[in-house]
């Protein structure tokens, strides 16, 4: 899936909502590899913590 292509709400399960578009990708692109859940699970989770720590520093 190209990087330009933005997913839609039909595109996106559960592991890739509450992500940008662009770590939901990537998390897509990663379960099309074969990554094992988990770790999909700890990435999202890492993505937004730091989404959240940029917002409040800015």
Do not use: C, H, S, W
Not at 12 to 29: G, H, M
């Amino acid at each position: 899936m190209p990087l330009k292509q933005r997913l839609t709400d039909e595109d996106r399960d559960e592991i890739t909502k509450d992500v940008d578009d662009l770590d939901a990708n990537y998390i897509q692109q990663m379960k099309e590899a074969g990554i094992d859940e988990d770790l999909l699970q700890q990435f999202k989770d890492l993505t937004i913590e730091l989404g959240q720590e940029r917002g409040n520093k800015g």
